[in-house]
């Protein structure tokens, strides 16, 4: 059996309002926002989609277009031959500026000190997946081209990557 | 994003705990509830921030543990049954000079306890206290006889 608790040691009723300091009008309606905008995905990874034609190659990339501080993200670029004969070498090349801003991890199949990737023997309507794996360094924005290209001819396919990075 | 569900998954579920286990263990910290309240952090740390460990996600873990505080004041404050449940209410642990044995257990704290709050209280005597009680946060209120008064008022004595 529970002790009753004297009646005259309790709080006596006052009215219960909703009431805000002046700064806490404006502090915490900003307060909520930013769970709200979280949930929203506005400060979440998002995905970017990117085709280029150029050169007989079709060079298509997926990407994060926006990440955050230390995170873990990979680039995937596929290159398909729509030259209709085999090709010996078919050069991936990770603009260096837009590298640099990551710590790189991995490049499937390995790159070379350049952040160029080679492709040996692509037959005609063969698609091969190039894999590289970043790690987020510093904050902001950073842009760079990928190419996709045959040694020696005049073109090439190229689409430009373009990430974000928040703190 | 995810750390918000998980910050708000943590809180509700801290908040239960900490309900469950009482009152005592709030104001008091023995060597066992010192390593629980250090060892809750580290657990919980894991499990909120995963392995993000960019401003932007402890700005969001913070903002939405302060907001979740705060609806909890507002309706804690707001309805008087909700700050009950959260807060819980106070217990009598002694009675017009005596212990009540079956609220000290519930809570418990041994007669020891009261009696060093006594001291405190500067009371001497057992006798002297009208009313122990244990408050919501923890702490113990000794309240004593007053000398010269027989007794409260019929209507003070009165048990809700």
């Keep these: ?51 280029a034609l150029g050169g007989g190659l079709a060079l298509e990339v997926r990407y994060a277009d926006r990440y955050r501080y230390k995170q873990i993200n990979t680039v995937e670029a596929w290159v398909e031959n729509r030259t209709g004969t085999r090709l010996d070498t078919v050069v991936v090349a990770f603009d260096e500026a837009y590298v640099r801003e990551f710590s790189t991890l991995m490049f499937v199949p390995a790159a070379t000190e350049a952040f160029e990737v080679e492709l040996y023997d692509v037959a005609p309507g063969e698609r091969r997946l190039v894999w590289a794996e970043f790690q987020a360094e510093r904050y902001g924005r950073h842009e760079g081209a990928l190419r996709a290209y045959v040694p020696g001819a005049p073109d090439t396919a190229s689409v430009v990557l373009s990430t974000l990075v928040f703190p | 994003m995810e750390t918000v569900l998980r910050v708000g998954f943590i809180y509700v579920f801290l908040l239960l705990v900490l309900r469950v286990m009482g009152k005592r263990e709030l104001s008091q910290l023995t060597p066992l509830e010192l390593v629980l309240l250090l060892l809750i952090p580290e657990i919980v740390a894991q499990g909120v921030v995963r392995e993000d460990f960019s401003i932007t996600n402890a700005v969001v873990a913070v903002t939405t543990l302060t907001s979740l505080v705060f609806v909890t004041s507002v309706l804690s404050y707001r309805f008087k049954g909700f700050g009950g449940f959260l807060e819980g209410s106070p217990s009598l642990l002694v009675r017009r ?35 122990a009680v244990l408050e919501p946060g923890g702490k113990i209120a000794i309240i004593r006889e007053e000398p010269g008064k027989d007794g409260p008022p019929p209507e003070e004595d009165e048990v809700s």
């Design chain 1, 1 to 51: 059996m529970r002790s009753e608790f004297p009646a005259h040691l309790r709080a006596p009723e006052a009215p219960r309002r909703f009431r805000l300091h002046p700064y806490q009008w404006v502090g915490i309606p900003l307060m909520f926002l930013v769970p709200v905008l979280a949930l929203l995905g506005v400060f979440g990874e998002t995905w970017e989609r990117a085709e």
């Design chain 2, 97 to 131: 000079g005596r212990f009540l044995p079956d609220e000290m257990a519930r809570e418990r704290v041994p007669p020891e306890e009261i009696v060093s709050e006594m001291r405190r209280a500067g009371v001497e005597h057992l006798e002297d206290v009208r009313w």
